[in-house]
Protein backbone atom coordinates (compact mmCIF):
# COMPACT_ATOMS: atom_id res chain seq x y z
CA UNK A 1 0.00 0.00 0.00
CA UNK A 2 3.15 2.55 -0.24
CA UNK A 3 1.54 4.40 -2.99
CA UNK A 4 -1.16 5.27 -1.08
CA UNK A 5 -0.38 9.27 0.96
CA UNK A 6 -2.62 9.83 3.56
CA UNK A 7 -2.99 13.64 3.22
CA UNK A 8 -4.58 12.66 -0.01
CA UNK A 9 -7.23 10.26 0.21
CA UNK A 10 -8.75 8.68 3.54
CA UNK A 11 -10.16 5.24 3.76
CA UNK A 12 -14.20 5.81 3.53
CA UNK A 13 -12.88 6.97 0.16
CA UNK A 14 -10.64 3.49 -0.58
CA UNK A 15 -13.81 1.57 0.57
CA UNK A 16 -15.93 3.09 -1.50
CA UNK A 17 -14.14 2.55 -4.39
CA UNK A 18 -13.60 -1.33 -3.18
CA UNK A 19 -17.14 -1.60 -2.52
CA UNK A 20 -17.82 -0.49 -6.20
CA UNK A 21 -15.20 -2.98 -7.59
CA UNK A 22 -16.39 -5.74 -5.71
CA UNK A 23 -20.09 -5.16 -6.93
CA UNK A 24 -18.43 -5.27 -10.48
CA UNK A 25 -15.32 -7.11 -10.82
CA UNK A 26 -12.86 -6.55 -13.42
CA UNK A 27 -13.00 -9.98 -15.59
CA UNK A 28 -16.78 -9.58 -15.18
CA UNK A 29 -16.93 -5.60 -16.71
CA UNK A 30 -20.60 -4.91 -18.50
CA UNK A 31 -20.57 -3.46 -21.48
CA UNK A 32 -20.85 0.09 -21.52
CA UNK A 33 -23.91 1.53 -22.65
CA UNK A 34 -23.65 4.93 -24.58
CA UNK A 35 -25.23 6.95 -21.10
CA UNK A 36 -22.42 4.84 -18.56
CA UNK A 37 -19.17 6.15 -20.40
CA UNK A 38 -16.71 8.49 -18.49
CA UNK A 39 -17.64 11.95 -19.37
CA UNK A 40 -15.76 13.88 -21.66
CA UNK A 41 -13.43 16.82 -19.43
CA UNK A 42 -15.04 20.21 -19.58
CA UNK A 43 -12.76 22.86 -21.57
CA UNK A 44 -9.66 24.44 -20.57
CA UNK A 45 -9.44 21.50 -17.66
CA UNK A 46 -6.38 19.32 -17.76
CA UNK A 47 -7.22 16.07 -18.60
CA UNK A 48 -6.92 13.81 -15.47
CA UNK A 49 -4.94 10.75 -16.57
CA UNK A 50 -4.93 7.12 -14.36
CA UNK A 51 -1.81 6.20 -13.91
CA UNK A 52 -1.14 2.19 -14.20
CA UNK A 53 -5.13 2.70 -14.30
CA UNK A 54 -6.30 4.45 -10.61
CA UNK A 55 -3.39 2.35 -8.88
CA UNK A 56 -4.18 4.47 -5.48
CA UNK A 57 -7.43 2.79 -5.18
CA UNK A 58 -6.55 -1.19 -7.26
CA UNK A 59 -3.28 -2.96 -7.78
CA UNK A 60 -1.51 -1.41 -10.18
CA UNK A 61 -1.76 -1.97 -14.57
CA UNK A 62 -4.55 -4.37 -13.84
CA UNK A 63 -8.38 -4.85 -15.51
CA UNK A 64 -9.32 -4.29 -11.38
CA UNK A 65 -7.35 -0.53 -11.61
CA UNK A 66 -8.76 0.08 -15.20
CA UNK A 67 -12.34 -0.63 -13.53
CA UNK A 68 -11.34 1.94 -10.24
CA UNK A 69 -10.88 4.76 -13.23
CA UNK A 70 -14.21 4.13 -14.61
CA UNK A 71 -15.72 3.66 -11.19
CA UNK A 72 -14.12 7.06 -10.59
CA UNK A 73 -15.43 8.56 -13.73
CA UNK A 74 -12.29 9.07 -15.38
CA UNK A 75 -11.98 8.55 -19.28
CA UNK A 76 -8.00 8.06 -19.08
CA UNK A 77 -5.62 5.02 -18.21
CA UNK A 78 -2.21 4.91 -18.91
CA UNK A 79 -0.24 1.52 -18.95
CA UNK A 80 3.18 -0.11 -19.39
CA UNK A 81 3.93 -2.88 -21.70
CA UNK A 82 6.52 -4.87 -21.71
CA UNK A 83 7.70 -8.41 -24.34
CA UNK A 84 7.61 -11.93 -22.62
CA UNK A 85 10.30 -14.48 -23.69
CA UNK A 86 7.99 -15.91 -26.16
CA UNK A 87 7.19 -12.73 -27.84
CA UNK A 88 3.61 -12.02 -25.95
CA UNK A 89 2.77 -8.38 -24.83
CA UNK A 90 2.37 -7.71 -21.70
CA UNK A 91 0.72 -4.69 -19.11
CA UNK A 92 3.35 -4.52 -16.36
CA UNK A 93 5.77 -1.18 -15.22
CA UNK A 94 8.54 -2.94 -13.51
CA UNK A 95 11.14 -4.91 -16.08
CA UNK A 96 10.83 -7.53 -12.98
CA UNK A 97 7.97 -9.56 -11.42
CA UNK A 98 8.63 -9.53 -8.03
CA UNK A 99 7.23 -6.24 -6.77
CA UNK A 100 3.34 -6.75 -7.87
CA UNK A 101 3.29 -10.23 -8.26
CA UNK A 102 3.68 -13.82 -6.51
CA UNK A 103 6.40 -15.24 -8.82
CA UNK A 104 9.13 -15.49 -5.90
CA UNK A 105 6.88 -18.34 -4.54
CA UNK A 106 5.35 -19.87 -7.76
CA UNK A 107 9.23 -19.49 -9.08
CA UNK A 108 11.43 -19.66 -6.35
CA UNK A 109 14.22 -20.78 -8.61
CA UNK A 110 14.07 -18.19 -11.33
CA UNK A 111 15.54 -15.19 -9.73
CA UNK A 112 15.99 -12.01 -11.12
CA UNK A 113 12.02 -13.07 -12.12
CA UNK A 114 12.54 -10.50 -15.34
CA UNK A 115 9.47 -10.31 -17.86
CA UNK A 116 11.57 -11.05 -20.24
CA UNK A 117 12.58 -14.09 -18.98
CA UNK A 118 9.35 -15.80 -18.73
CA UNK A 119 6.26 -17.31 -21.04
CA UNK A 120 2.81 -15.59 -21.18
CA UNK A 121 1.80 -18.63 -19.73
CA UNK A 122 4.19 -18.54 -17.09
CA UNK A 123 2.50 -15.08 -16.35
CA UNK A 124 -0.79 -16.02 -16.63
CA UNK A 125 -0.44 -18.01 -13.57
CA UNK A 126 0.53 -15.12 -11.17
CA UNK A 127 -1.28 -13.58 -8.43
CA UNK A 128 -0.76 -9.80 -9.16
CA UNK A 129 -3.58 -8.23 -6.90
CA UNK A 130 -3.08 -9.37 -3.21
CA UNK A 131 0.42 -7.48 -2.67
CA UNK A 132 -1.83 -4.53 -3.06
CA UNK A 133 -4.94 -5.55 -0.49
CA UNK A 134 -6.34 -9.00 -0.24
CA UNK A 135 -9.35 -7.97 -1.84
CA UNK A 136 -7.97 -8.63 -5.01
CA UNK A 137 -6.14 -12.16 -4.56
CA UNK A 138 -6.33 -13.73 -7.99
CA UNK A 139 -6.35 -10.69 -10.16
CA UNK A 140 -3.61 -11.13 -13.17
CA UNK A 141 -1.16 -9.44 -15.46
CA UNK A 142 -2.90 -9.26 -18.76
CA UNK A 143 -1.86 -9.11 -21.91
CA UNK A 144 -1.73 -6.13 -24.00
CA UNK A 145 -4.60 -7.73 -26.21
CA UNK A 146 -6.54 -8.30 -23.11
CA UNK A 147 -6.46 -4.83 -21.68
CA UNK A 148 -7.59 -3.43 -25.37
CA UNK A 149 -10.43 -5.49 -25.43
CA UNK A 150 -11.01 -4.22 -21.80
CA UNK A 151 -10.93 -0.16 -22.74
CA UNK A 152 -13.37 -1.36 -25.86
CA UNK A 153 -15.76 -2.45 -22.98
CA UNK A 154 -15.26 0.58 -20.55
CA UNK A 155 -15.29 3.32 -23.69
CA UNK A 156 -11.87 4.37 -21.97
CA UNK A 157 -9.11 6.03 -23.65
CA UNK A 158 -5.22 4.66 -23.37
CA UNK A 159 -1.87 6.64 -22.94
CA UNK A 160 0.42 3.35 -23.59
CA UNK A 161 3.88 3.76 -22.50
CA UNK A 162 5.95 1.33 -24.21
CA UNK A 163 8.80 0.07 -21.03
CA UNK A 164 12.28 0.34 -21.02
CA UNK A 165 12.53 -0.26 -25.17
CA UNK A 166 16.06 -1.07 -25.20
CA UNK A 167 15.27 -4.40 -23.71
CA UNK A 168 12.80 -5.98 -26.83
CA UNK A 169 14.02 -4.23 -29.95
CA UNK A 170 10.79 -3.68 -32.49
CA UNK A 171 8.91 -4.04 -29.34
CA UNK A 172 6.96 -0.87 -30.94
CA UNK A 173 6.17 -2.91 -34.56
CA UNK A 174 4.64 -5.82 -32.05
CA UNK A 175 2.66 -3.21 -30.24
CA UNK A 176 2.00 -1.56 -33.40
CA UNK A 177 0.93 -4.93 -34.92
CA UNK A 178 -1.67 -5.77 -31.80
CA UNK A 179 -3.12 -1.94 -31.81
CA UNK A 180 -3.57 -2.85 -35.43
CA UNK A 181 -5.63 -6.59 -34.92
CA UNK A 182 -7.65 -4.97 -32.17
CA UNK A 183 -9.02 -2.11 -34.06
CA UNK A 184 -6.88 1.03 -32.10
CA UNK A 185 -5.33 2.14 -35.51
CA UNK A 186 -8.87 3.18 -36.71
CA UNK A 187 -9.13 7.23 -37.69
CA UNK A 188 -11.54 7.63 -34.14
CA UNK A 189 -8.78 5.70 -32.00
CA UNK A 190 -5.87 7.61 -33.44
CA UNK A 191 -7.34 10.91 -33.55
CA UNK A 192 -9.15 11.08 -29.60
CA UNK A 193 -8.78 7.82 -27.88
CA UNK A 194 -4.91 6.82 -27.86
CA UNK A 195 -1.27 8.28 -27.31
CA UNK A 196 1.75 6.42 -27.55
CA UNK A 197 4.62 7.39 -25.23
CA UNK A 198 7.94 6.40 -23.85
CA UNK A 199 11.37 7.86 -22.09
CA UNK A 200 13.17 6.46 -25.53
CA UNK A 201 12.93 9.18 -27.74
CA UNK A 202 14.08 6.71 -30.58
CA UNK A 203 11.27 4.39 -29.65
CA UNK A 204 8.73 7.42 -29.70
CA UNK A 205 10.60 8.23 -33.14
CA UNK A 206 10.27 4.68 -34.85
CA UNK A 207 6.18 4.56 -33.51
CA UNK A 208 5.99 7.83 -35.61
CA UNK A 209 7.76 6.53 -38.42
CA UNK A 210 5.77 3.45 -38.74
CA UNK A 211 2.47 4.65 -37.82
CA UNK A 212 2.44 8.53 -38.40
CA UNK A 213 -0.97 8.88 -37.34
CA UNK A 214 -0.52 7.95 -33.93
CA UNK A 215 -0.12 10.79 -31.10
CA UNK A 216 2.98 10.08 -29.39
CA UNK A 217 4.70 11.54 -26.55
CA UNK A 218 8.09 11.75 -24.84
CA UNK A 219 8.39 11.25 -21.31
CA UNK A 220 10.91 13.64 -19.55
CA UNK A 221 12.35 17.73 -19.77
CA UNK A 222 14.26 17.83 -22.86
CA UNK A 223 16.23 21.33 -22.59
CA UNK A 224 14.64 24.66 -24.35
CA UNK A 225 16.74 24.26 -27.63
CA UNK A 226 16.38 20.90 -27.96
CA UNK A 227 12.38 20.68 -28.24
CA UNK A 228 12.41 21.42 -31.91
CA UNK A 229 14.33 18.52 -32.67
CA UNK A 230 11.46 16.57 -30.34
CA UNK A 231 8.81 18.29 -31.67
CA UNK A 232 9.60 16.20 -35.63
CA UNK A 233 8.03 13.12 -33.99
CA UNK A 234 6.46 14.17 -30.83
CA UNK A 235 3.15 15.22 -30.05
CA UNK A 236 3.41 15.96 -26.31
CA UNK A 237 6.40 16.52 -23.44
CA UNK A 238 5.66 14.75 -20.51
CA UNK A 239 7.79 15.67 -17.83
CA UNK A 240 7.99 14.77 -14.10
CA UNK A 241 5.94 17.73 -12.29
CA UNK A 242 8.56 18.79 -10.43
CA UNK A 243 10.55 20.02 -12.79
CA UNK A 244 8.04 22.16 -14.53
CA UNK A 245 8.08 25.98 -14.95
CA UNK A 246 5.09 27.76 -16.42
CA UNK A 247 7.87 29.46 -18.64
CA UNK A 248 8.91 25.74 -19.77
CA UNK A 249 5.05 24.70 -20.64
CA UNK A 250 4.95 28.19 -22.62
CA UNK A 251 7.49 26.97 -25.01
CA UNK A 252 6.48 23.90 -25.34
CA UNK A 253 3.03 25.21 -26.14
CA UNK A 254 4.69 27.72 -28.66
CA UNK A 255 5.72 24.47 -31.07
CA UNK A 256 3.79 22.18 -33.19
CA UNK A 257 3.89 19.00 -33.72
CA UNK A 258 3.94 16.43 -36.30
CA UNK A 259 0.26 16.88 -36.69
CA UNK A 260 0.67 20.61 -37.16
CA UNK A 261 -0.67 21.17 -33.49
CA UNK A 262 0.47 22.78 -30.80
CA UNK A 263 2.36 20.56 -28.23
CA UNK A 264 0.75 19.64 -25.07
CA UNK A 265 2.11 18.77 -21.83
CA UNK A 266 1.10 15.51 -19.71
CA UNK A 267 3.07 16.03 -16.29
CA UNK A 268 3.23 12.97 -13.52
CA UNK A 269 2.94 11.80 -11.06
CA UNK A 270 0.92 14.03 -9.11
CA UNK A 271 -0.78 12.91 -6.05
CA UNK A 272 -2.30 15.82 -4.38
CA UNK A 273 -4.77 18.56 -4.92
CA UNK A 274 -2.17 21.15 -4.09
CA UNK A 275 0.25 19.95 -6.75
CA UNK A 276 -2.87 19.40 -8.91
CA UNK A 277 -3.40 22.93 -8.79
CA UNK A 278 -0.35 24.28 -9.04
CA UNK A 279 0.76 22.47 -12.41
CA UNK A 280 -2.42 23.27 -13.71
CA UNK A 281 -2.00 27.04 -13.24
CA UNK A 282 1.03 26.72 -15.45
CA UNK A 283 -1.39 25.49 -18.35
CA UNK A 284 -0.85 21.89 -18.54
CA UNK A 285 -2.69 19.24 -20.69
CA UNK A 286 -3.08 16.48 -18.17
CA UNK A 287 -2.38 15.62 -15.36
CA UNK A 288 -1.22 11.33 -14.74
CA UNK A 289 -1.91 10.86 -11.28
CA UNK A 290 -2.47 7.63 -9.01
CA UNK A 291 -5.36 9.22 -7.48
CA UNK A 292 -7.38 10.64 -10.98
CA UNK A 293 -10.37 11.83 -8.78
CA UNK A 294 -7.84 14.27 -6.49
CA UNK A 295 -7.14 15.72 -9.52
CA UNK A 296 -9.66 16.12 -11.42
CA UNK A 297 -11.77 17.56 -8.52
CA UNK A 298 -8.83 20.27 -7.62
CA UNK A 299 -8.54 21.49 -10.45
CA UNK A 300 -12.43 21.95 -11.76
CA UNK A 301 -13.98 22.86 -8.77
CA UNK A 302 -12.14 25.67 -7.09
CA UNK A 303 -13.09 26.49 -3.82
CA UNK A 304 -15.13 23.66 -3.66
CA UNK A 305 -12.50 21.37 -3.89
CA UNK A 306 -10.39 23.00 -1.58
CA UNK A 307 -13.28 22.22 0.70
CA UNK A 308 -13.89 18.67 0.25
CA UNK A 309 -9.72 17.88 0.20
CA UNK A 310 -9.86 19.58 3.61
CA UNK A 311 -12.60 16.84 4.94
CA UNK A 312 -10.70 13.80 2.85
CA UNK A 313 -7.11 15.09 4.43
CA UNK A 314 -8.91 16.24 8.30
CA UNK A 315 -7.94 19.81 7.40
CA UNK A 316 -4.65 18.37 7.26
CA UNK A 317 -3.53 19.71 3.67
CA UNK A 318 -3.58 23.27 4.85
CA UNK A 319 -0.87 22.83 7.57
CA UNK A 320 2.81 23.50 7.23
CA UNK A 321 3.32 19.43 8.43
CA UNK A 322 0.94 17.89 6.21
CA UNK A 323 2.72 20.22 2.79
CA UNK A 324 5.62 18.54 3.98
CA UNK A 325 4.61 14.95 4.13
CA UNK A 326 2.74 15.00 0.84
CA UNK A 327 6.06 16.96 -1.08
CA UNK A 328 8.42 13.94 1.02
CA UNK A 329 6.12 11.21 -0.59
CA UNK A 330 5.84 12.55 -3.73
CA UNK A 331 9.85 12.83 -4.22
CA UNK A 332 10.24 9.44 -2.77
CA UNK A 333 7.76 8.30 -5.12
CA UNK A 334 9.20 10.03 -8.05
CA UNK A 335 13.08 8.42 -6.77
CA UNK A 336 11.49 5.06 -6.90
CA UNK A 337 10.88 5.91 -10.11
CA UNK A 338 13.54 7.07 -11.21
CA UNK A 339 15.41 4.05 -9.79
CA UNK A 340 12.87 1.38 -11.77
CA UNK A 341 13.93 3.17 -15.16
CA UNK A 342 17.45 3.07 -14.27
CA UNK A 343 16.72 -0.70 -13.94
CA UNK A 344 16.98 -0.93 -9.96
CA UNK A 345 14.60 -4.04 -8.65
Request: charged fraction near 25%.
Amino acid sequence: MSLRPAATVTGSLAGLCALVLTAVPAQAAPQAAPEAAPKAAPAGAPLPIAHRGASGYAPENTLAAVDAARALDIRWVENDVQRTRDGELVVMHDATLSRTTDVEEVFPDRAPWRVADFTAAEIAQLDAGSWFDPLYAGERVPTLEQYLRHLNRTGQNLLLEIKRPELYPGIEADILGELRSEGWLDRRHVQSKLVVQSFGADSVRAVHDQAPAVRTGFLGTPAVEELPRYARFSDQINPPHTTLTEEYVRQVHALKGPHGKPLEVFTWTVNSAGAARRVAAMGVDGIISNYPDVVRDATRAGAGAAARDAVRGGGREDSPGAAREEALEEAREEAREAAREAGAS
